[in-house]
């Protein structure tokens, strides 16, 4: 690709993860349907089917979400750099609202009006989650394993309180062997 064309490709990236960094509120599972719309939809940097992958990936590896989502479509799209100005998109705004917050918030925090407004960011951010949740599932093989797996994972964590990264684990290499005993296919 030319130089030219290829700084364009990063300038795209970076404005693309800045905005999805500061119109999307309640962390990187929330940001997970903006980021398909964007990625996905309008520029067409990758495909559907890769939304779950890049999920998976961002979730397992050290670090937010957002920004391990960012960095690796970042470095799918336009290598290195494309990485770097993704990154340094979809953080700037983060740290922007967060350091304007801290300067106000002490003194609104115990203002009816703030208390209420949490209040519905925090109903608007679980349906965001529940939106990238139902993306997610559409996308996935559905077979009885599949089931079985989603429902022992779900019990582990939410009624046993075993540690996240623990179950991503098990339910990596139970995938692997699941895989292998079918002979590399999957249903």
Partial sequence: MPEKQEENKVMQLMLTFLKIGAFTFGGGYAM????????????????????????????????????????????????????????????????????????????????????YAFYGIR??????????MMAMYRQCPKSLFAYILMG???????LFKVNVLLVIACCAAAGLIYGYAKGGKLE
């Fill in 123 to 132: 109903a608007g951010v679980l349906a965001l989650i529940i939106s990238a």
């Fill in 32 to 115: 997970i349907p903006m980021i398909q719309r964007e990625i996905v939809d309008r520029h067409h940097w990758i495909e559907d089917r890769d939304i779950l992958d890049i999920v998976a990936i961002a979730e397992s590896t050290p670090g937010p979400i957002a920004v391990n989502s960012a960095t690796f479509v970042g470095y799918k799209v336009a290598g290195f750099a494309g990485a770097l100005f993704s990154t340094i998109g979809v953080v700037v705004p983060s740290f922007v609202i967060i350091l304007a917050i801290s300067f106000v918030l002490r003194q609104f925090e115990s203002s009816l009006i703030v208390q």
């Fill in 152 to 158: 022992a994972a779900f019990a582990a964590v939410a």
